[in-house]
């Protein structure tokens, strides 16, 4: 067998203290790319992502599957004083501790950062909760349709005429929020290679969705715009949007530019359009918005998606079959590309779940196995990192400790 190529995160230790979804998703980032994570659950009841999303037979969500990847699990009771002792220990020999409890908790257990900053001058603390660690709603519960709300982006979603929708169904606040983490995380060790300190990154599930709104906060400022709900339209660009087909379907085309909107006029067979036509200009096809899709739409309408496709691909007009998840399955692209990836586990048989991003030419990620089984990794973790002999085990197993 090949020897397995080195990855960016080799010899990095996490330990996850965090819940649910944001927290996770940042270790499980970390994960992917080679540190050692150490997923800490209550015992007995576990995490509650366990129990969260489709059941598959085994007993396990998916989403506790898919998105606790390559980490290790270990049951500890942080409430406790044992507990909140053997976190301790860890900490002193991790480089990142990753928790999403709400401001204050880890503190009430006397675990908060001034703790953990004695213990290991180097570690690096992520905190994400739903509105941060400071400022007057800091303990504020939040899930991921409150960072949607709170962040300016439900406001947008949906149609002028109806209520404010949450976009799609997946919790986007949550996984940005993972994501700005580890890249926090990243920076962080970057640093202390220059300071020889760790630091806290700290993230409220609504600040990566405001830092995504494009314009809208400059807009507002500058010119007192408060931009409204748009349907699939997009402010600022003519036509871009979704559009009906004859088969019953969706496409989505992007015309960013003057010079796209030629290229779709002349595959409309309307070439006069732009240019110095009427609707040659970005202005001009604002002021005329609705008119304009609704030409683009009944020309999509009388044509088939993979007909659709094939002309625009040949005008090279950006463009987009609007899919569903079975539709995924199927395109060539995602094969091409392996992000469909099938991993085999004892316990589900088979499970495809999405694969790494991004892709690294030299040193990249991947999937080792699913999301463990609670506790899958005491062992490892009692006996083998903290040396704690089977006394002392069986003492704290007896106190539900760990």
Known sequence: MPEPRPQPLDGVRVVDVSSFLAGPFCST??????????????????????????????????????????????????????????????????????????????????????????VNPRLIMVRISGFGQTGPYK???????????????????????????????????????GLYGAFGALLAMQAREKTGKGQVVDIGLYEPIFRILDELAPSFQLNGYIRQRMGPGTVNVVPHSHYPTKDGRWIAIACTSDKIFSRLAGAMGVPEWGGEGKWGTVRRREAEREIVDEYVGKWTAQHTRDELQAVCEANEVPFGPVYSIDEIFQDPQYAARENILTVKDDRVGELAIPNVVPRLTDTPGGVKWLGPSMGEHNDEVYRGWMKLDQAEIDRLKGLQVI
């Open 139 to 177: 303990g504020r519960p939040g899930f991921g349709r409150i960072g949607n709300a709170f962040g300016g982006l439900s406001f947008l979603a949906g149609y002028p005429d109806r209520p404010p929708v949450t976009p799609g169904s997946a919790t986007i606040p949550d996984y940005l929020a």
């Open 29 to 118: 980032q970390l994960a992917e790319f080679g540190a050692e994570v150490i997923k800490l659950e209550l015992p007995i009841v576990g995490d509650p992502l366990r129990k969260f999303g489709s059941v598959t037979e085994c007993g396990e969500t998916l989403p506790w599957l898919s998105e606790c990847r390559n980490k290790k699990s270990a049951t500890l009771d942080l409430r406790k004083p044992d507990g909140a002792a053997l976190l301790k220990r860890m900490v002193a020999e991790a480089d990142i501790l990753v928790e999403n409890f709400q401001p204050g908790t880890l503190e009430k257990w006397g675990l908060g950062w001034d703790v953990m900053q004695e």
